[in-house]
C-alpha cells in the first residue's frame, strides 16, 4: 500500500488530503524522519515534537506565498520533508547535501536562515513591514521554542512588534527544554499560564495572546487558527508539545536524544564511535571541577550549553557558583563583568559561533573597563555538519581587534590545562578556545596544572631555512608531520622549524625577531579565518621590523564553509595532512 508520504512533494499536494489523514501523515513523518537519523546523525527530538504543528501550518496557510520561519532552525525536519526535499533527506548534513537549518539558498519555502536563536520575531517584524508597503496581503507566521523567546533580541522585538498594527502571529513552541532544561522566571511563567493561573505578559507588550493548546491535537490546532486568522493584528498561539514525541526513548532522555548520532531505532542503542577518545569538553568540564574546587573566587557562567561544554558535573558539585543563563549571550557577558567587578573569577563558557552574539559587551562592558572575566570558547574551528552558522571561525580576529584583550590557544591537552589554570590569574580578559573533538587522550589524565608566562611562545624543532609558526590545535598537525616520515626526504625535514605559540596576543616579539633573522621563509597555521587572524599578526610585526623574507598564510578562506564532515572540510581548504604536506615540500 502506498504510504501517504509518497504523495508529497509539496505544501500544495499535503492540501489535498483530507484532515482525517493528517494524524496518520504525521506518524509517517515521524517514522520517516527515525529511520534517516538511525543511520545519518542529525538532530532528532526537535523535528518529532514539532510534526503536528508543522503539517497543520502547512496545511492551513498558502506557503510559501505566506511566510513561515523556524526559530531555531533544527526544528524544521518535517518542515523540510513536506517542501520538496523528501528525495534529498538522505544527504542532510552531508557534503553537497541539504543543510540541517533552514537556508533561504535552498528552498523559497526556507524564509529565513535561523541556524542561531531568536532572530524569528525580528525578521517576521521586519518582513511584515516590507510585505504591507508593497501592498501585499500575505500572512507572516514565526515559530519559536521556549527556550528562544526569552533571548533579549526576542524581547527587543516583541516589544517592536506589540506597538505596531501588523497581522503576525508568533508561534510558542512550549516544550520547557532547548538542548538543557529551560531555566528562570520565564519557564515557571508558562508553566502558570498552562495551568489557567496566570494572566500572559504577552498581552502587556500588546499582542494578542491565545493558549494553552495541545500541539499534538490537530482540531485544537486547526480550531486556534481559525479563531486567530479573525485577529488581524500581532498575536501569540501558545502550545505545549513534547520533544521527541512518536519516539518513547528520546521522550525519556530529551537531552541525550537532541542529537544522539547514529542509533539502533528498534532498541534506541546509540552507536559509539570506535576509540573516540577524551575530547577536550570531557577534559575541560573535569578542568573546571577541579580549579572550582581549588579556587573559591572562581564562577562559571554559560548560555544554556550546560551539558555542550560538559558542566553538568560542575553544577551539580558548586550550585552556587555555576550559572546556566538561557540562550542569553549579551546578558552571560556582562553578567560575568559582574561579578569581575566584584572581586570574582568568571569563567564565562559559550560556543566561538555564539560569542558573536555579544560583541558590544566584550568591548564596552568587559574589555574597557579591564575586567578579568576568562573567556572559555568551545567549538572553536571548524564544527563539521552543522555547518557555516556554527562553524567557530571568527574568535580570533574579532578578540585580538579588541584592546585589554589576551587571545590563547591550546596546542594539546597539557596547553589547555596550563592555559585554563593561567587565567585565573590575570588582570585583563583571558580568551582560551578550543575545539570540538578528542585530544588524542584515551582517558582522563592526572590532572597537574602549571602556570604560564602570558605571550611566551615555543621553540619545538629548529630549522634552517623555512619556520612554521602554529597558534591551535592545528599544531599537532604539523608536529606529527614534521616528526615522521611525510616529507620527501631528511633534508627538507631538516630544513623546517616549528615554532608554537600559545597567544595570538601578545605576541612573542622577543622569539619573533630571532626568526625573522634566521628564517628566509615563515609559513603560519591556524585554525580560524585568516583575515585578522594569527597570520595577520605575524605579517603585522614582520612589517613594523621590516622583514625582507617570505610569509605564507594557511588559515580559513574569506567566505562561508558549507556543512560536511570535519575531515572533508579539512580537505576542501586545504588544511587537511596532504595538503600540508604538499606545502611543506614546496619551500
Known sequence: MKLLIDKIDSPK???QLNKSELPHLSHEIREFIIEALSVKPGHLGAGLGVVELTVALHYHYQTPEDILIWDVGHQCYPHKILTGR????????????????????????????T???????????????ADLLHSKNNKHIAVIGDASIVSGMSMEALNHLGSTGLDVMIVLNDNSIGIDPSVGAMK????????????????????????????????????????????????????????????????????????????????GEITTKPDSGLSFQQLFGTAVCKLMAENKKMAVITPAMLSGSHLTDAYQKFPDRVFDVGIAEQHAVTFSAGLAARGLI??????????????????????????????????????????????????????????????????DE???????????????????????????????????????????????????AAAV??????????????????????????????????????LDTGLLDQIFENYETLLTFEDGVMNGGFGDAILQYAAQKNYKGKIIQKAYPDSFVLHASIEELEKLIGLDEQSIVQLLNSV
Open 13 to 15: 499536494d499535503l492540501r
Open 86 to 113: 523528501k528525495n534529498d533527506f538522505d544527504t542532510l548534513r552531508q557534503l553537497n547535501g541539504i543543510s540541517g537549518f533552514p537556508v533561504r539558498t535552498e528552498s523559497s519555502y526556507d524564509a529565513f536562515g
Open 115 to 129: 541556524g542561531h536563536s531568536s532572530t524569528s520575531v525580528s525578521a517576521i517584524t521586519g518582513m511584515a513591514v
Open 188 to 267: 515557571e511563567h508558562f508553566f502558570q499560564l498552562h495551568e489557567g493561573k496566570q494572566h500572559s505578559v504577552f498581552e502587556d507588550f500588546g499582542i494578542h495572546y491565545k493558549g494553552v493548546v495541545d500541539g499534538h491535537d490537530f482540531d485544537a490546532l486547526f480550531d486556534a487558527l481559525d479563531e486567530l486568522d479573525q485577529i488581524h493584528r500581532p498575536k501569540l498561539l501558545h502550545i505545549k508539545t513534547i520533544k521527541g514525541k512518536g519516539y518513547p526513548t528520546a521522550e525519556a532522555n530529551q537531552v541525550k536524544w537532541h542529537s544522539p548520532g547514529i542509533f539502533n531505532k528498534e532498541t
Open 346 to 411: 568568571p569563567y564565562c563558557t559559550l560556543y566561538s559561533t555564539f560569542m558573536q552574539r555579544a560583541y558590544d559587551q566584550l568591548i564596552h562592558d568587559v574589555a574597557l573597563q579591564q575586567l578579568p572575566v576568562v573567556f572559555c570558547i568551545d567549538r572553536a574551528g571548524l564544527v563539521g555538519t552543522d555547518g557555516a552558522t556554527h562553524h567557530g571561525y571568527f574568535d580570533t580576529a574579532f578578540l585580538r581587534s579588541i584592546p585589554n584583550m589576551l587571545v590563547s590557544a591550546p596546542m
Open 414 to 464: 597539557t596547553d589547555f590545562l596550563n592555559l585554563l589554570y593561567t587565567a585565573q590569574f590575570s588582570e585583563k580578559p583571558f580568551s582560551v578556545r578550543f575545539p570540538r573533538g578528542n585530544t588524542g587522550l584515551k582517558s582522563l589524565p592526572v590532572i597537574n596544572f602549571n602556570q604560564l608566562t602570558v605571550g611566551k611562545a615555543e621553540v619545538l624543532k629548529e630549522g634552517k
Open 469 to 506: 609558526l602554529t597558534f591551535g590545535t592545528i599544531g599537532k598537525k604539523i608536529q606529527k608531520i614534521l616528526s615522521g616520515n611525510a616529507l620527501k626526504n631528511e633534508h627538507q625535514t631538516e630544513r623546517i622549524g616549528h615554532y608554537k605559540f600559545l597567544f595570538c596576543k601578545p
